[in-house]
C-alpha cells in the first residue's frame, strides 16, 4: 500500500492503490475517531453480514465474530481518558479479509504509567499453548468477580486461545502522560482443533500499521471501506458516519451527499463476477486542506461508460442556477414505469457540493472499468 509523503486527494497513489484491487469477498475496513458503545455495535453490525456472506462453517463464522466483538470492546471499555480529548479523535479500527484470513487491529489511548503491566499481559499470554489458555480462561472466570481489570484479561486470553495465532502489540508515545496502544489480532478461515502452540507472526506488520496510522492522521481520513455495497452495509457505515462529523451547516450537506455516493455505487455499479451476491466498490472521506473529499469507486460495464462521461462532463459545465432548475425539472419527471427520478443523484451531488465532480474510468478488461468518482465540499 502506497503511503505517500505529499498527498493530493485528487486520486493520489494512496486511492489508487486502494482501489486497484477491489476483488470478491475481499474487504478493508478503517474506522478512525473516538470508539464508544454505537461505534462498535455498528462496526459488528457491517462484520455481521459480511461474515454471512464469506464464511459459509457456522462454526467458524462465531469464532471470528466472537474475537472481533472481544477486540473492539478492548479499545471501548479498557481505553484511557486523556486530558486533551481530541487525543482520542485518532483512534483507529482496521478489519480485513484477505483470502483465507481476517485482521482486526485496534489502536487507542493507553498512559504511560500502565504500559509495562499490559506489556508483562501479553507477553505471558503468548508464552502460553493453548491447553494453558484454556486453563487460564477457567481460572479467571472462577476465582474472580470479573471487574473492568478482570474482564480485559480474559479478553486478551479468549482472542489468543479462539485465533489460535500470537497477539501483535506495540506502543507508541504521544506524550508524556500518554501513548497509543497497537494491537493486532489475526484469524484464518479454518478450524483450530489440531494446533496447540500459538503460531509465531511477523512483527514488522505493527511496524508497517503504526507508520499507516500516521499517515490517516495527517489526511484526517475518517473512514474508509472497500468491500460489499449491500444496502445493510450502507446503513451501518451512514451510522457510524453521524459520529464523524460534528453537527452544523456542512455536515447535512455532506451527509446527504454521503447517503448519494454509497446509493450510487449500490444501485448502479457492476457485478464483475455475476454469479456472486457481491456489489464491490470503495468509499473514502477525508479532510485535507480546508476541504471534505468524498470519493467512491465501483465496477462499470464499458459500453456505460460514454453515457455516463458525458452526463458528468455537462454537470460540470453548468452553474449553479442552471443545475437548480435542471434538478427540479427532474424532480417533476416520473418515469412512468420505474416510477424513479433518472439521473437525480448526481445531479442533487454537483448542486449540493457547488464543485465539479472529479472522475476517472481505468480499465480492467475488455468488459469492465473502475469508475472513480469524487466530491469536494469547502469548509
Do not use: C
Not at 456472506?53 to 457456522?58: D, G, M, S
Not at 456542512?250 to 457481491?278: C, F, P, T
Request: neutral net charge; glycine residues 4%.
Amino acid at each position: 500500500m502506497a503511503i505517500e509523503d505529499n498527498y493530493t486527494p485528487l486520486f493520489s497513489e494512496f486511492i489508487l492503490d486502494m482501489v486497484k484491487d477491489i476483488n470478491q469477498t475481499d474487504i478493508e475496513y478503517i474506522y478512525r475517531g473516538n470508539v464508544n458503545s454505537d461505534i462498535v455495535a455498528n462496526t459488528l453490525e457491517l462484520a455481521k453480514s459480511n461474515l454471512e456472506k464469506t464464511v459459509q462453517v457456522i462454526p467458524l463464522r462465531h469464532r471470528i465474530y466472537f474475537i472481533m466483538g472481544e477486540g473492539l470492546q478492548n479499545i471501548a471499555k479498557h481505553q484511557d481518558k486523556p486530558d486533551e480529548d481530541t487525543l482520542s479523535d485518532n483512534n483507529l479500527i482496521y478489519i480485513s479479509k484477505k483470502n483465507d484470513r481476517y485482521n482486526i487491529t485496534t489502536a487507542n489511548i493507553i498512559a504511560n504509567k500502565n504500559i509495562e503491566y499490559l506489556r508483562d499481559k501479553l507477553d505471558r499470554i503468548n508464552d502460553l499453548s493453548l491447553s494453558e489458555l484454556r486453563s487460564l480462561a477457567r481460572n479467571i472466570r472462577k476465582n474472580t468477580l470479573l471487574d473492568d481489570n478482570s474482564n480485559a484479561s480474559i479478553g486478551l486470553v479468549e482472542i489468543a486461545k479462539r485465533s489460535g495465532n500470537k497477539l501483535l502489540y506495540d506502543f507508541k508515545n504521544i506524550n508524556d502522560k500518554y501513548s497509543f496502544f497497537y494491537l493486532n489480532i489475526e484469524v484464518k478461515v479454518v478450524s483450530i482443533k489440531n494446533i496447540e502452540k500459538l503460531e509465531q507472526r511477523d512483527n514488522s506488520y505493527i511496524d508497517f500499521l503504526m507508520k499507516f496510522h500516521d499517515y490517516l492522521n495527517k489526511i484526517d481520513t475518517k473512514i474508509i471501506f472497500k468491500g460489499d455495497f449491500s444496502q445493510a452495509n450502507i446503513l451501518s457505515l451512514l451510522e457510524m458516519l453521524k459520529h464523524q462529523i460534528p453537527e452544523s451547516t456542512i455536515s447535512i450537506r455532506i451527509n446527504n451527499l454521503m447517503v448519494e455516493m454509497l446509493q450510487n455505487i449500490e444501485k448502479h455499479g457492476d457485478n464483475i463476477v455475476s454469479n456472486v451476491d457481491w456489489k464491490p466498490g470503495f468509499f473514502m472521506i477525508n479532510f485535507y486542506d480546508k476541504a471534505f473529499y468524498i470519493t467512491g469507486a465501483n465496477y462499470i460495464i464499458n459500453n456505460k461508460i460514454d453515457k455516463l462521461k458525458g452526463k458528468l462532463l455537462l454537470l460540470n459545465k453548468m452553474s449553479k442556477n442552471e443545475l437548480v432548475k435542471l434538478y427540479k425539472r427532474r424532480l417533476l419527471e416520473i418515469d412512468s414505469i420505474t416510477t424513479q427520478k433518472s439521473g437525480l443523484g448526481f445531479i442533487d451531488m454537483r448542486r449540493r457540493s457547488n464543485n465539479p465532480f472529479n472522475f476517472s474510468f481505468l480499465p480492467v478488461d475488455d468488459n469492465f472499468s473502475l469508475f472513480i468518482f469524487q466530491v469536494i465540499v469547502n469548509s
